[in-house]
């Protein structure tokens, strides 16, 4: 399985910044009209339709930008409307400094996906402000919005995301949490299965924002009726405690200095313990050190995965375990029973209440939330057509 973290390391290498890291309506579809010019253009193109059933937003006021690395190139690139792919460069930044990527809603019918890995955005309400700036290499890239930075362009603007990748072995897709959350977005991957995800069950959204309103930690990573933003992003904001999961975390490291851990992966079943203060397993798995709260927010630093078949999904496992509190209620890991997820005092609430409110209970909730196949990823390799749902706000 191709997942979120692999999938998306080429775009999020984009910059050396951060990745920038109403009307009633009745809902319209706009969709992609597979023809022998398009196909032409962008070989392996892939159609995309857009449904809008916010209640909120005309066609008129949603706007679309694709944006990503094009894999037959390896040049950070944007897709115009009729589904052909442009390098981007500093020249497209306009008088005010910002490009205009955006596809308007009533332009979206001829729009397909080249080989490329990278995101929808889908703003409403307003533009979206990118700028293309030189990489670390020199290179031009793309700065994104970072809806989690209060007072950076665009904060104001509702957008949210659909994550890609599509290639010759298929189109590997998923809406994400991890960041930032302000629209409800469902994907519907057809091809050689009919998969959706990400869908809410209804008063989903306000469920999620009043939840996490009402809790007197989280309560802080909600920005009025605009967005909930992660928590590790709040932590480095100074708005979340950065000794959140410590209690936590130090009865996990107390219970384990006595008492084995088995994570078994598909390289194997590995036993670990915590001795000197390390999480230390066998099988040539690395020793993991005691990770702080910022390491199980953002499933980095001493839980950082490398992609070495052996080590990597023994940190996915242990990241998703600390962040669904399990580990003190199963030495056998991961654990795929989500009613004994979250169960603890000290938890991530901000991703249980999205599991809470989809339909299918599946959310990109953290980084490692595909760890036992709970997060909102769809994947196919014989892809034909996906579809966009912008539900309701």
């Given at each position: 399985?191709?997942?979120?973290?692999?999938?998306?390391?080429?775009?999020?290498?984009?910059?050396?910044?951060?990745?920038?890291?109403?009307?009633?309506?009745?809902?319209?579809?706009?969709?992609?009209?597979?023809?022998?010019?398009?196909?032409?253009?962008?070989?392996?193109?892939?159609?995309?339709?857009?449904?809008?059933?916010?209640?909120?937003?005309?066609?008129?006021?949603?706007?679309?930008?694709?944006?990503?690395?094009?894999?037959?190139?390896?040049?950070?690139?944007?897709?115009?409307?009729?589904?052909?792919?442009?390098?981007?460069?500093?020249?497209?930044?306009?008088?005010?400094?910002?490009?205009?990527?955006?596809?308007?809603?009533?332009?979206?019918?001829?729009?397909?996906?080249?080989?490329?890995?990278?995101?929808?955005?889908?703003?409403?309400?307003?533009?979206?402000?990118?700028?293309?700036?030189?990489?670390?290499?020199?290179?031009?890239a793309p700065q994104l919005p970072a809806g989690w930075?209060?007072?950076?362009?665009?904060?104001?603007?509702?957008?949210?995301?659909?994550?890609?990748?599509?290639?010759?072995?298929?189109?590997?897709?998923?809406?994400?949490?991890?960041?930032?959350?302000?629209?409800?977005?469902?994907?519907?991957?057809?091809?050689?299965?009919?998969?959706?995800?990400?869908?809410?069950?209804?008063?989903?959204?306000?469920?999620?924002?009043?939840?996490?309103?009402?809790?007197?930690?989280?309560?802080?990573?909600?920005?009025?009726?605009?967005?909930?933003?992660?928590?590790?992003?709040?932590?480095?904001?100074?708005?979340?405690?950065?000794?959140?999961?410590?209690?936590?975390?130090?009865?996990?490291?107390?219970?384990?200095?006595?008492?084995?851990?088995?994570?078994?992966?598909?390289?194997?079943?590995?036993?670990?313990?915590?001795?000197?203060?390390?999480?230390?397993?066998?099988?040539?798995v690395r020793a993991f050190d005691r990770p702080s709260?910022?390491?199980?927010?953002?499933?980095?630093?001493?839980?950082?995965?490398?992609?070495?078949?052996?080590?990597?999904?023994?940190?996915?496992?242990?990241?998703?375990?600390?962040?669904?509190?399990?580990?003190?209620?199963?030495?056998?890991?991961?654990?795929?029973?989500?009613?004994?997820?979250?169960?603890?005092?000290?938890?991530?609430?901000?991703?249980?209440?999205?599991?809470?409110?989809?339909?299918?209970?599946?959310?990109?909730?953290?980084?490692?939330d595909d760890v036992a196949d709970f997060a909102s990823?769809?994947?196919?390799?014989?892809?034909?057509?996906?579809?966009?749902?912008?539900?309701?706000?």
């Amino acid at each position: 399985m191709i997942d979120r973290r692999l999938f998306l390391g080429g775009l999020g290498a984009a910059a050396t910044v951060p990745l920038l890291g109403t009307v009633g309506c009745a809902p319209r579809e706009a969709t992609a009209d597979l023809s022998a010019s398009s196909d032409a253009a962008n070989p392996g193109a892939l159609p995309v339709s857009f449904t809008n059933e916010t209640g909120r937003f005309s066609d008129g006021e949603i706007l679309a930008y694709v944006i990503g690395t094009d894999l037959t190139t390896g040049q950070h690139s944007r897709v115009s409307a009729d589904g052909v792919s442009h390098p981007v460069s500093l020249d497209d930044n306009g008088p005010d400094g910002y490009t205009d990527y955006s596809i308007p809603f009533a332009d979206l019918a001829g729009l397909t996906l080249p080989y490329m890995s990278g995101r929808i955005y889908l703003s409403l309400g307003g533009p979206l402000h990118i700028r293309i700036v030189a990489d670390g290499n020199g290179n031009p890239a793309p700065q994104l919005p970072a809806g989690w930075v209060e007072g950076s362009p665009g904060f104001d603007v509702l957008h949210d995301t659909v994550e890609f990748t599509h290639n010759d072995a298929g189109m590997f897709c998923n809406t994400s949490m991890v960041d930032q959350f302000s629209v409800p977005i469902g994907i519907r991957l057809l091809g050689d299965a009919d998969q959706s995800t990400g869908f809410f069950r209804p008063g989903g959204r306000d469920a999620v924002f009043q939840a996490l309103a009402a809790d007197p930690v989280f309560s802080a990573l909600v920005y009025d009726d605009l967005r909930v933003i992660a928590p590790g992003h709040a932590l480095d904001a100074g708005l979340f405690p950065a000794d959140y999961f410590d209690p936590y975390i130090d009865r996990v490291w107390s219970h384990y200095a006595s008492n084995d851990l088995t994570v078994t992966t598909n390289a194997g079943t590995f036993t670990g313990r915590v001795q000197g203060g390390r999480f230390t397993f066998d099988g040539g798995v690395r020793a993991f050190d005691r990770p702080s709260t910022r390491d199980v927010l953002f499933c980095d630093g001493a839980l950082a995965a490398p992609n070495d078949g052996i080590s990597g999904p023994v940190a996915a496992i242990l990241g998703a375990a600390l962040n669904r509190s399990t580990l003190l209620t199963s030495a056998n890991q991961p654990t795929d029973d989500p009613s004994g997820f979250y169960l603890d005092e000290v938890t991530n609430k901000y991703a249980s209440v999205f599991h809470e409110n989809t339909e299918d209970g599946k959310a990109y909730g953290f980084a490692f939330d595909d760890v036992a196949d709970f997060a909102s990823y769809i994947q196919d390799h014989g892809p034909e057509r996906l579809e966009v749902t912008l539900t309701t706000l």
